[in-house]
Structures are given as C-alpha cells and as structure tokens.
C-alpha cells in the first residue's frame, strides 16, 4: 500500500517569492512521483514526474522537485511565482509500472498575491 | 489538438435521471480511467480500463459503469442520480506497461450537479 501527505493545504505567498510545497510518501515498494496542477475550472497538466536517476526534477512553469529516499519526500520549488501560478497543486505517487495505483495526495492551494 | 477530451463540461440534471460522459482520447494510450474528484478536490479512481481488463474500485456504487466502444473511448454511465453524485469527473489515459513512466493524462473535467 502506498499513501501520500501534503503537509499544507494552503499556501499563501508573495509574487516573486520563493515557493515550497511540501510532500511526503509512503511505500513498501519503489515508486515513480509526479506533480500536477489544476488551475481554476480546468483539468489537471501534469508538471514534472521522478521515474530514476538525478534527483533533481525539473518540470514546466519554471517549477523543479527534489526527491529524497530518506526522507521520503518529492517537494516542489519555484525560486519566483506569479500570479498566474495561483492553482490547486497534487503529488502522486505510483508503483513503477502499475499508472492504475497512481494515488494522489489531499492538494495544496498556492495563492499568488500581489 | 485535446489530447483527451470529455463532454459535456458542464451537467446539471436531477435525482433519478439517467446520464453519461463521454470521453476519447487521440494519444494512443492503451489504458484509459475516470477518476472522481469531491468538493474538497480529493481525487480517487474509479475505474481503469485496457482492451484486457476492467478494474473497479471496490467503492464506487454499481450505478456506474464504464462503457468501451474502442480503444480511444471510455464512456461514463450513471444510472439513478442522487445528490451525492454531484462531483467533477475526470477522464485520463495512459500508455501502460513496465517503464512506461507511467504518465497520466486528463481530461479537463465534467462538472456534474445533481439537483
């Protein structure tokens, strides 16, 4: 079984500051980790997505995640947001082969403010 | 081009009615779900489907059911609406397969109310 926490389901920040949007999972087995965004209304676009090797993911929107084995977390920066970023934002978590277990966290609502 | 497309995007109908979603997909993928997310945007599958098998959460109540004309489309069926129902419903696909990465694409979502 494999569960997955987002640890704040409200982040308020400035325009141009830095982000994190924090993610922690749980699994027995490896697993493949993934970011999306869903923007107001609209369906969910995938961000970036860990499969293997460097732990340093970089995905679309200037949005990069760092996945950390011991810690057991896949957190998600922005050294600067707009407020264009203001959207719901989901990690997920899946075995390797197996996109049918793919398991969602609870979401984190990222509020860009002028 | 949408790679996965849904209609309608918008359903309001009352309890009891019968109504369907229909969704296609131009990707190619051999697998394709309909994830529902609640109005706390908690999302959770609901079904997942190849031209092999049909995999059903074990929660979702027998009033829906998944329809597959081909391998692009996966239709969804819900009989005898209740309030409850009322939740935005997501299709995806995806190319399964060891090492495939796994990836997920949606739909832009159908907002059903059921009043």
């Known amino acids: 079984a494999q569960s997955v926490t987002q640890l704040d389901s409200q982040v308020p920040v400035f325009e141009e500051a830095p982000v994190e949007l924090r993610c922690n999972y749980s699994s027995s087995v490896s697993v493949y980790l993934f970011w999306y965004v869903q923007y107001p209304n609209q369906g969910l676009q995938l961000l970036l997505k860990?499969?293997?090797?460097?732990?340093l993911v970089k995905g679309i929107n200037g949005f990069e995640a760092e996945f950390n084995k011991s810690q057991t977390s896949f957190h998600l920066r922005k050294p600067s947001v707009h407020i264009s970023d203001t959207a719901e934002y989901f990690c997920?978590?899946?075995?390797?082969?197996?996109?049918?277990?793919?398991?969602f966290g609870s979401g984190t609502q990222l509020t860009v403010l002028p | 081009d949408t790679a996965v497309s849904q209609t309608p995007k918008y359903l309001v109908t009352q309890m009891g009615n019968d109504k369907s979603i229909k969704c296609e997909q131009n990707l190619g993928h051999d697998t394709m779900y309909w994830y529902k997310q609640d109005s706390k945007k908690f999302l959770k599958i609901m079904f997942s489907?190849?031209?092999?098998?049909?995999?059903i959460n074990e929660t979702v109540p027998n009033r829906f059911s998944p329809k597959s004309p081909d391998k692009a489309h996966l239709n969804l069926h819900i009989n005898s609406l209740e309030l409850g129902d009322s939740a935005v419903y997501f299709c995806?696909?995806?190319?399964?397969?060891?090492?495939?990465?796994?990836?997920?694409?949606f739909g832009e979502g159908s907002w059903l109310t059921v009043v």
């Open positions: 997920a978590v899946s075995p390797p082969g197996s996109a049918r277990q793919l398991t």
């Open positions: 995806a696909s995806s190319q399964g397969g060891e090492g495939s990465g796994n990836t997920i694409y």
């Open positions: 860990y499969l293997s090797g460097s732990t």
């Open positions: 489907y190849n031209n092999k098998e049909l995999i």
